[in-house]
T-cell receptor
Framework: QKEVEQNSGPLSVPEGAIASLNCTYS??????FFWYRQYSGKSPELIMS????GDKEDGRFTAQLNKASQYVSLLIRDSQPSDSATYLC??????????????FGQGTTLQVKP | DADVTQTPRNRITKTGKRIMLECSQT?????MYWYRQDPGLGLRLIYY???????NKGEISDGYSVSRQAQAKFSLSLESAIPNQTALYFC?????????????FGPGTRLLVL
């Protein structure tokens, strides 16, 4: 069974620090990777997508992908209390091609303390 | 206006009742999805549809049915609600083509079955 694993946390960091969120996946042929942010009681919001090995930066967010290690991470620089949320890692499912479905991890809860 | 809307936003019902959750989108996407979210279990796919004539079961379709009335509308029905269907339900959309796994979520429906 294809799986996406995340540490549920909570991960606690002080304001202004770098938060590092990690995700591993089981299907080595996966090609697309996503990070969603979800505030309590709200819907998931897409914050980053990454498809190639290496880093992808968008503002304070950097996604890192290592397909050989089946590992994807999200770094949040200069963490703010407003970044406190659950971060969901999602991986595009592959069959003979893209199945069009995402496999979600259970999410990591981030707490940024002022 | 929100791109993906869900009605109702909150619903309380009794065991054995039939209820329908509705999803509409103005994003022009052809693909639509229904998920449920339970604490500690992450997002689980119930049904998905890649066009009006295409309906597919997800990992937890038992006890649910769906209807794709138009490209922009996708409804989820609980034929006879039971308490373990109490959850947060999300509709999501995506577009066939490049980056087709990128899904966008509606605001969610919180359902309580007594």
């Amino acid at each position: 069974q294809k799986e996406v694993e995340q540490n549920s946390g909570p991960l606690s960091v002080p304001e202004g620090a770098i938060a590092s969120l990690n995700c591993t996946y089981s299907d080595r042929v996966s090609q697309s990777f996503f990070w969603y942010r979800q505030y309590s009681g709200k819907s998931p919001e897409l914050i980053m997508s990454i498809y190639s090995n290496g880093d992808k930066e968008d503002g304070r967010f950097t996604a890192q992908l290592n397909k050989a290690s089946q590992y994807v991470s999200l770094l949040i620089r200069d963490s703010q209390p407003s970044d406190s949320a659950t971060y969901l890692c999602a991986v595009g499912e592959r069959g003979s091609g893209n199945t069009g479905k995402l496999i979600f991890g259970q999410g990591t809860t981030l707490q940024v303390k002022p | 206006d929100a791109d993906v809307t869900q009605t109702p936003r909150n619903r309380i019902t009794k065991t054995g009742k039939r209820i329908m959750l509705e999803c509409s989108q103005t994003k022009g996407h052809d693909r639509m999805y229904w998920y449920r979210q339970d604490p500690g279990l992450g997002l689980r796919l119930i049904y998905y549809s890649f066009d009006v004539k295409d309906i597919n079961k997800g990992e937890i379709s038992d006890g649910y049915s769906v209807s794709r009335q138009a490209q922009a509308k996708f409804s989820l029905s609980l034929e006879s609600a039971i308490p373990n269907q109490t959850a947060l339900y999300f509709c999501a959309t995506s577009a066939t083509g490049t980056r087709e796994e990128t899904q966008y979520f509606g605001p969610g429906t919180r359902l309580l079955v007594l």
